[in-house]
């Protein structure tokens, strides 16, 4: 967003500055943070737990997040999965065919410092944060999807505190229980979750 | 004052299907070449428009641009060097292209020249942008059903022996395209691909 | 359109009289902002149904929150709003591959093919203030369906201009294999679409929709051309589906294979222009079925009044929006249709929709030319001719 960066130094300036732009941050930051569209890749077990959160009893489209096949159209990249040294530079051109602003979560113990791969996997890159810079972090191997739903809730409240122009702020790290970040339930039990039997 | 905007449109138009053609012979990648056509053909289509023959404006698009030019980008596309930019766009007999452009250019002005121009009668009827008729130009000439009671009346032979004549022609290319049969090929040459 | 916007504004300022290019500003005007109102709606109608059907619930937290407690219906109001905001602000990326002439093209292209073709659909008439009753369109073209079908093929130019333009594989393909679906499919829409023609004897939609109006031998319930041209209705439907690159004719998307198809190189704002064009040209295939299988802004054997008198209230050009009301539900009702197939149906493979288009379509809509054919000649000698 080269404009984007550019005109909150010149607004900020101004007296009462900060006042015009607090509205406008929070404009652009709550579009953002309602409208994550992650991209549709995955590179191990964790992609199972990830198409679970998309399909029916979790459902990613609550809140707002739909998939993209391609990096040029998408905002959030959940690396779901461990991430091998001959995928990271795949990976890594991914990240970087995506536009700003862009945004990453680490999905499970893999990408977030090798996992069960940390002592001998001679293959395996030891934490995603070596290459793309992360936003959220998800403990688990792999993450339960209420887990996931957890992150991205947790990215959307990091996205939040978003200012134009300044740097973002350190990584949140999910623990693998449940923490502090909730779903609101959105309508009747007997309309939310399908209930399987067995 | 009535503003009429029909010759400020007419020299646009006039521009515009110049200006491409130019661009389709002197465009440096052949997509490009097919895109300035489309310009010119629409170009076209907008000056039957300001003659007021929609329909012949509107199967002009159809046709032309719909079909004709869309199987020309394709044939473009199966081309080898379809990204490449350096096409030579210069013709290697600029003298012999002069003359014949020249001939050409004689021959047009000559049929121009002699030609009476016959106009409808009813002319002043539609500068079309009065703002009480507006743009309905639909009662003044029924140009579709006057076609149609055209070809279907005094124009029936040459219609049909028009459509005759595609048809020839249409079975003379698949005669000449299609594969010559062999021996051991028992289909002849229109065998079903399946997948 | 011009008609009534003068008599309006004569009505509103007593006697003035508006210059000539006003009606055409004013109608761009708001063509443009029922595109982008329309496509937001549908859009987010889409994903609700899309959720209904997939025994999901669909966007619910954008928005206010208290809404959504409510039902699945009544969240998730805000979630197109936010996305095309979203796509406004995110970055503009050219690749530096590209063709940067054809890249930049493609967008305003389909996005011209979509705006234009609303100019001779008809949504509605009225008697006020007029002579005669007269259509409400922005234009109601002598050769409207011929001007439709026409402009509908530019959309065929952008993409196959995106597609070569991103000089990428899968655009490429997605490209040419949108254009080959669009160009074989157009051809058993148009002979789907003659049978009205022959029955109504114009082309301008306007006409049509009268003629619907008046009935088929003298009978108005058989008047909607659904009845006697039901296999073209048909046919047009799944022409229509076809035309518009949805699922289950969505190979040029086909995401498993192509990645986005012609989109794939395409970011935030020219992507918004694709997607609001796909949404726009589904709902132009809505309303040109509504207009000519479902008896457009008419009811069978109901003519609304001129204008409304209520006693403490007088509501003038009320026929105009009871038309209105009329068309938007029939059309609606049809998009509805169209997202029903679409969740409902898998992909087609790319033979099989050739096969399906070219040896199956074009003879049943040759068949239903022939019927309708016969109809109206039937309509001719005995009921005397059609009022088109």
Redesign the interface.
Known sequence: MGLMDRIPAYVDRLPGGSVVMAPVDWAINEVQASSMWYMLFGLACCAIELMATGAARYDFDRLGMIFRATPRQSDLMIVAGTLTLKMAPRVKLLHEQMAEPRYVIAMGGCTTYGGPFYHDGYSVLKGVDKIIPVDVFIAGCPPRPEALLNGCLAMQEKIRRNKLGQPRGPAIHIPPTAGRFSIPSGSPPSERDPQIPG | MIFDPNPVAFWLLAAMVTGCALAVIRAHKLYHAGLALVGTLFGVAGLYGLLQVWFLAGVQVLVYVGAIVILLLFAIMLTHHMMTPNLKTLSTQPWTAAAMCLMLLAVLLGGILSSTWQTAPDTTVYPTWTSQSGFQVAEAIPSVKALGFRLLDPFTLPFEMVSVLILVAMIAALAVARKPPTPEDPAEGCEEVVP | ???IF?QFVRDLTGGF????WA?MLVSLGLVLAFIALNAMFMIWLE?KI??RI?????????GP?AW?????WT??W??TP??S??LL?????VPAQV?R??FM?APVLIFMAALAVYVPLPISSTAHGQPSPIVVAV?????GL??V??????T??AI??AG??S?NKYS?LGG?RA??QI?SY?IPMLFALMGPMVLAG???LGDLVLVQHAGLFGVPFLGWFLVPSFLGAVVYLICAVAETNRPPFDMPEA?QEL??GF??????MR?AMFYLAEFSNTFVVCMIFTAVFLGGWTLPGFVPPGSLNLGFFHLPYFDLLAGMAIFFAKAYAVVLLLMWIRWTFPRLRP?HLMTFGWKFLLPLSFLNLLICTVLAAVQQIYFGGNPG
């Open positions: 359109m011009e008609p003068e009289q508006i210059p000539f009606p994903r899309c959720g997939q025994r999901r619930l669909g966007p619910m937290l954008t929150k959504a407690r409510f039902s699945m969240g998730g805000f979630q936010c996305d905001v979203k602000l995110k970055e503009d990326i063709d002439f054809g093209l234009a109601d073209l002598d050769i011929l001007y079908v026409a402009i509908t093929t530019l065929i130019l196959l201009t070569w333009a000089n490429l040419m254009g080959v160009l157009e114009s082309l301008s995401e990645v986005a989109s794939t190189e395409y970011t935030a992507f033979d």
